[in-house]
């Protein structure tokens, strides 16, 4: 619950003499004053890939064609592909998810990729555009990292840790205590700024565990808390496949300015091709190339939408994958990724959501309902998710707005500090387990108090001590 407000709660919110009451505000204006931004940005962004994967797609994967009796070859259709890129290398196959659709096809040249759609009935190139290059992918840029990279990256998991820090602040202090659940679960519609943090308080209190799941879900792919601490010992573990050359690639290696990898495989090495490893995929004798591949991957279990990764390089393999990450599927359950040698036909790998670890399994379930990927009803419950975001963000602006101290001095105003508060130990607890479990946010705590104890506290305007 994101509010900076400055005026004193009303009594019946508010017991005589709690200071911690007042320690939590102080720290609930302080996160504030980070968060609300990026929040902000968040909910924006988020409500923009919603809508755009829904409705356009997010690589020409909606282009609408006329079904016919059949469609051609895989081979086929990527030979319209590459003559349409000349000098190109094919990399990558996408099924259409339906008859009436287009098959998409990535063709890299010169280090560029490029989307390629074409009518799979009759290989005509419908459209071509470099990769990356759309609305969806300028937004996905400012809310993965703010396209500032790492810098942009670690800004986003500070603002999103010390989200969790508001949550909790916003929660103690809405808490029903002598006003009672009723205040607590239902606005009661005064006017002003009572309107306001009625309001405010009453929604936060409703989306906070929803709040939550998002910023964790989130925090799973950031570059510290998600990927050093969380991501690293929840990996699929490459042993589990029986007696598998590894390349020195990880899945990751397949990502391309996007996470299109399973969060649970992105740091497992690939298996290599080059042995006779494995166990039978296609028929001994078999010519292994992109037809084949395809009916292979029909064969065993890929329906409509699906992913045809080529071999890269002497030991890659040919990867076959659906996940609802990458919209193939809206059931995260039905994820599977596949390994194929690119000699023998040999399947090498058959992983699927049962065997991901417990935290693979709830980040599957987790990106599929961050990311709206579930169908309609999550891309509406998701952009009502955000719409409430945005709100809490603006009511709390308005709040502080309305209740500013007057002069030059005031314009901060933070909440006042207590003097002897009680329960101390229980707040730099509560500090300690924040920033261990969020490192950045742990830090950023630490830089906020050291700056608070050694300047704002003894600013004349923001002196005002609780006895």
């Keep these: 619950m994101t509010s900076i407000d400055t005026a004193y709660p009303p009594a019946q919110a508010r017991p005589g003499g709690n200071k911690f009451y007042f320690a939590a505000w102080r720290w609930h204006f302080y996160a504030g004053l980070f968060v609300i931004p990026f929040f902000c940005i ?266 045809l990764n080529l071999p890269a390089g002497e030991t890659g393999v040919w990867t076959i994958n659906r996940d609802s990450m990458n919209t193939d599927d809206t059931d995260p359950t039905s994820d599977r990724t596949v390994h194929v040698d690119q000699y023998t036909g040999n399947i090498l790998a058959d992983v699927r959501y049962a065997d991901y670890s417990l935290a693979g399994k709830a980040m599957a379930v987790g990106i599929a309902l961050h990311m709206g990927t579930m169908g309609l009803w999550s891309v509406l419950a998701n952009t009502a998710v955000c719409l409430a975001v945005l709100f809490l963000c603006i009511s709390a602006v308005v709040m502080w707005w309305t209740r500013r101290p007057a002069g030059a001095g005031g314009r901060l105003a933070a909440p006042p500090l207590p003097k002897d508060m009680p329960m101390w130990q229980g707040a730099v607890l509560i500090g300690l387990v924040v920033s261990l479990a969020f490192p950045l946010a742990g830090l950023t705590l630490i830089a906020v108090l050291a700056l608070d104890g050694a300047i704002l506290s003894r600013l004349p305007a923001l002196r005002r001590l609780v006895s």
């Design 42 to 307: 968040l909910a924006v962004t988020g409500m923009m890939m919603l809508w755009i994967s829904w409705v356009d797609g997010r690589d020409g994967e909606r282009t609408p064609v006329v079904p016919q009796a059949a469609a051609l070859a895989v081979s086929a259709q990527a030979e319209g592909a590459l003559g349409a890129v000349p000098g190109g290398t094919l990399k990558q196959y996408v099924a259409p998810r339906s008859a009436g659709l287009a098959a998409i096809f990535r063709v890299d040249r010169d280090g560029d990729a490029n989307m390629v759609v074409v009518n799979p009935y009759t290989a005509e190139v419908l459209e071509i555009f470099p990769r990356r290059s759309g609305w969806y992918d300028f937004a996905d840029g400012i809310h993965s990292e703010l396209m500032l990279g790492v810098t942009g990256d670690r800004m986003l998991e500070v603002a999103a840790s010390l989200g969790m820090v508001l949550i909790a602040t916003g929660l103690y202090m809405w808490w029903p205590r002598e006003a009672g659940w009723r205040a607590a679960l239902i606005p009661t519609f005064g006017r002003g700024r009572a309107l306001w943090r009625s309001l405010h308080g009453v929604l936060g209190f409703w989306i906070s565990i929803v709040l939550v799941f998002f910023l964790v879900s989130g925090l799973a792919w950031t570059g510290v808390w998600g990927e050093k601490m969380v991501q690293a010992w929840s990996q699929f573990p490459a042993e589990k496949w029986d007696n598998v050359p590894l390349s020195d690639d990880i899945h990751a290696s397949m990502n391309h300015d996007r996470k299109e990898v399973p969060w649970a495989l992105e740091l497992t090495p690939m298996p290599a091709s080059g042995s006779h490893a494995g166990h039978a995929g296609l028929a001994e004798g078999t010519v292994v190339d992109i037809d084949t591949l395809n009916a292979l991957a029909r064969e065993i279990g890929f329906k409509a939408r699906y992913q």
